[in-house]
């Protein structure tokens, strides 16, 4: 019914003659609702009068509700009680409307309210009601949408695929074609060529049949009719003629294998099943997330920050389609096989303006939709990582990785003891070693190691997995002679102390060579077998001078910038050094071989502290974030630990060592050891 009363049929259409059922709007109305100001069918009424919220309100018949159109329909509701008296109260108590016996009688105690109250109440709830049932159909809309565009992308992915794989296999085809083609011209060519030799040799033979045959005539002829005059002056020519003719070959030697073949290359069935697959997924944004595999806080710089993202099915299940994995070399994001077109999942790394590449390959061990993504900051702050797919975040994401302006080496010393690689093999092949002197680890946690004896330097994985050597002896660049140190810099680059060419090497983080600095003397700038290394808060390289008795500074390209120590004033203050560290405050600290001696000094030079007889001819040592010192105390098959102020000193007991040159630790907080007597290496 509308504004005026009158009675609607369908949407918005007037027949005074005939009333609908307003609910279901297919059947003819018998009854109207009183409370509902509806008019309804048999069955709607039915249901009405059986509904707990609808089953107390007051039908009446058509008849009196078409009685007078131009009255409203709320005029008269009766009580249900007392059927001549109308209701003029609601009880929000029984959620009933009353007349005014019923609420002296019976509702006397109950939340009374006017109906015109009641209403109003009623109409604030139905208008929120009404908001949130359009707020829903517009999403309810937005989602139809986007199941349609599904339906649409789905319809075009498989015309695109399907036209993809007649495309691949017309491609086949034609391989196939121009290969059955090369194979029919090859034994074409070679039927040509047995052939022509062939012929050519039929034409020998045939020649030589009939000179056969009309000497044989002439002889017989000669033998039959010639007089003896005639045998004696012909005999001569005649037997040279015939032993020419009975040194002819009679039988056929052709010049080259005259077997023809076709032989089937490779069972095709096996071929036949890789060739293309189906890559289909469930993926569920509700489900998929990102994972931190790295909970070190704060993240070191320059170290590769890794964590995974992880693609679930609509059941939070891995996905099962092994096709998902990217194509080999992909990085930066997913195949665009996970999304529509544009759209694959993404990552996203930012400091500010700044924005970094971030390297994304299939978990070889995880299931299909399990990626590992890295990265390497470039500058300390707070980076913001988001991983979208389909332009909206995954669970878990964005996060932030807070990162530290200087690596982390950092390590309970009363947990070392559990033996995670040991890799001793004596030898000069791949991963073998002959007394190696020094061990370095890089930001990227390789491990790099001065193979001394071997005059090379050999690089593995955080695992032990041999990457890569360079050097052999000489004197050129890139050679060795008994190299015995090694510090790798902030931007991966590898250098080596030649101790015996009196020089320092520099090589980029593959191996090669960049250059050197130094030669054998005692001025500035050059050395007397420089045997140990470390780089100062400044990014300066300090090189061990240890035939001067001194300590010299250069920059990375091999500049000089200062020195410490020598015979400058006819006392050595160094004896025999040949190891040194840096402090976290600019002090460094050096051990000497002969006296066994640790002494720390400030930045300024000053001597700090000293240790003595601690150790039975240290090596190098190494300074941790905490500036502690891990010394390689070599005689006593140990590694000592010196406090930072000098006053304890402790010794890692609880591994078993062969005279150790050489530690340091990765930024995972593990201890690395060179043993020169074990010929290799422990990480523990």
Known sequence: MNAEGTATTGFGREDPNQVYCETCESEDAVSFCCECQQFLGAGCAKSHSKIKFTASHQLITLEVALSDRNSTRSTVVFCQRHAAMETSTFCATCELAVCAQCALEAHTKHDLRPVHDAAEGFQTQLKAGLTRVAENDAKIVRSLELVCQGMDWARLQARESEAACHAYFEKLRGQLNDREAELSNAIESSKHRQEKELSLRKSELEFAICGFRQFTAFTSTLLRDGSPMEVVLSSQQVLSR?????????????????????????????????????????????????????????????????????LLDSQGQPLADRALAMSEGASGSASSALGTPGTPFLVSVTLGASTMTADVIPSPKGPAGMFNVTFTPNQPGRWQVAVTLWGKNLVNSPFSVEVTGDPVYRRDFRLVGHTVLRLRDKGSGDGQFDKPCCIATTLQGDIVVVDTFNHRVQVFDRNGGFLFKFGSMGSGNGQFKLPVAVVCSRKGEILVADTGNHRIQVFDQKGTFMLSFGSQGKAQGQFSQPSGMALDRSGNLMVVDRGNHRLQWFSLHGNFVRKFGGEDHGQPTLTDPIGVGVFSNGGFVVSERTSSKILAFTNDRALRWVVEDACRTPFHLFVDSEDNVLVADCNNHAIKIISAGGDRVESLTQIQLLAPTGVCMDTEGRVVVCEQHGHGFSIF
């Open 242 to 310: 015939l032993l020419t003719l009975s040194s002819f070959p009679t039988t056929y030697e052709p010049t080259w294998d005259s077997h023809l073949q076709f032989v089937e290359g490779e069972d095709p069935a096996p071929i036949f099943r890789g060739l293309g697959a189906i890559a289909t997924h469930d993926i569920s944004l509700a489900k998929s997330h990102t994972r931190r595999m790295d909970t070190l806080q704060p993240a070191p710089l320059s170290r590769p920050f890794a964590f995974q993202v992880v």
